[in-house]
């Protein structure tokens, strides 16, 4: 019992020191002593826990001095500074899950607020659009799910999909040097390949939202070889394109940022605020496309995404809206 409140206690005090040396960079051992009223040994200790968590730290003659965080989505990393009103009011950042998405759902099924985001290095069946499998491979990408709970109609949730491209083809734009693009509905490309896949899951009654599962599976670090073969001349990431790899922890902060701004938008007028940039990202715009929905295939010149979030095509003089379905390009 004693030994479970007094790690307890250690963990806190270290916890706090890191606080401190992540926003100081540099405290003398003197000035740590002084403020959490304990020994230099009591200080080794919290220094060896905060080493354990893969953060590097230095003592040079009695300052320490913050060096790195570790390469691993941390939850105290993620909402450290994090610049957001509500989104990430809550991460929970797993090592090993089957699904963000189903991991979120669990969580928003026992009550979780709006805004809770959940991560992991890992997903052992990660889930894509169309029943498909997500490929993700450990430490490299970013997997995670927005927990959202709108008070619009469920007719206005698939649309979330083509905000949170908005907003992550923003984020990548900050952190690339090649040209992102939106392949409607739900795909970031950077040079045609795919980089990024959203799956959004709605659970709603009749005419009320009782919640959404934004899911966004992102490509970051990952080299060639991280890809099984099949997938290595349609998907990439953002190392591959660009010859370096980033922090991802940046990279989730920048997006969720992004995501909130988007998310406000469009609460208030949908796609309208965002319509010019998702034109703007759109690698579809102007293209002669086909599309199968199962029953019929449809084909003509892509001439605009609507308020809706719907592809609006041309064929023959004759405008045709198209709201889901599998895309392939005919022709520029
Ligand atoms: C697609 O491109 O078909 C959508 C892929 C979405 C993958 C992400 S990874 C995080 C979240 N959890 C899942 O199981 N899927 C989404």
């Not at 730290?57 to 610049?83: C, G, M, R």
């Not at 709108?150 to 952190?175: C, G, I, N, R, Y």
Request: glycine share 4%.
């Amino acid at each position: 019992m004693r030994t479970n409140r007094v790690d307890a206690e250690k963990e806190r005090n270290a916890e706090k020191l890191l606080n401190d040396l992540r926003t100081f960079q540099s405290i003398s051992l003197d000035n740590v002593r002084t403020k959490y009223n304990c020994s230099y040994h009591d200080i080794t200790e919290y220094l060896n826990l905060i080493k354990s968590w893969g953060y590097k730290i230095t003592n040079s003659q009695n300052i320490l001095t913050f060096i790195s965080a570790p390469d691993k989505l941390i939850d105290s990393e993620i909402a450290y500074a994090l610049p957001t009103k509500f989104i990430g009011n809550r991460i929970k950042a797993y090592q090993t899950v089957s699904s963000t998405n189903d991991t979120a759902t669990k969580f928003a099924e026992q009550g979780a607020e709006e805004g809770m985001v959940v991560v992991s290095e890992l997903q052992t069946k990660g889930k894509g659009r169309f029943n498909r499998n997500w490929y993700s491979t450990e430490q490299k990408g970013i997997y995670c799910s927005i927990l959202l709970r709108p008070t619009f109609k469920p007719e206005h949730a698939p649309a979330l999909s083509l905000m949170t491209a908005v907003a992550l083809a923003d984020t990548f734009q900050e952190f690339s040097n090649t040209e992102v693009q939106i392949k409607w509905p739900n795909d970031i490309l950077l040079n045609q390949k795919k980089t990024a896949g959203i799956l959004t899951e709605l659970s709603a009654d009749k005419n009320k939202i009782n919640h959404v599962i934004v899911g966004v599976g992102i490509n970051l670090n990952h080299i060639r070889d991280d890809f099984p073969l099949e997938l290595q001349q349609i998907a990439t990431s953002l190392a591959i394109e660009n010859n370096f790899a980033i922090n991802r922890v940046e990279f989730l902060q920048t997006f969720l940022t992004y995501f909130e701004s988007a998310y406000i938008d469009y609460k208030i007028d949908r796609l309208k605020s965002m319509h010019d940039k998702l034109l703007s990202y759109s690698s579809l715009l102007n293209s002669h496309v086909e599309l199968s929905n199962g029953h019929e295939v449809i084909s003509g010149k892509v001439i605009d995404i609507n308020q809706d979030g719907a592809l609006v095509l041309n064929r023959n003089g004759e405008t045709k809206i198209i709201n889901s379905g599998e895309i392939t390009v005919l022709k520029k």
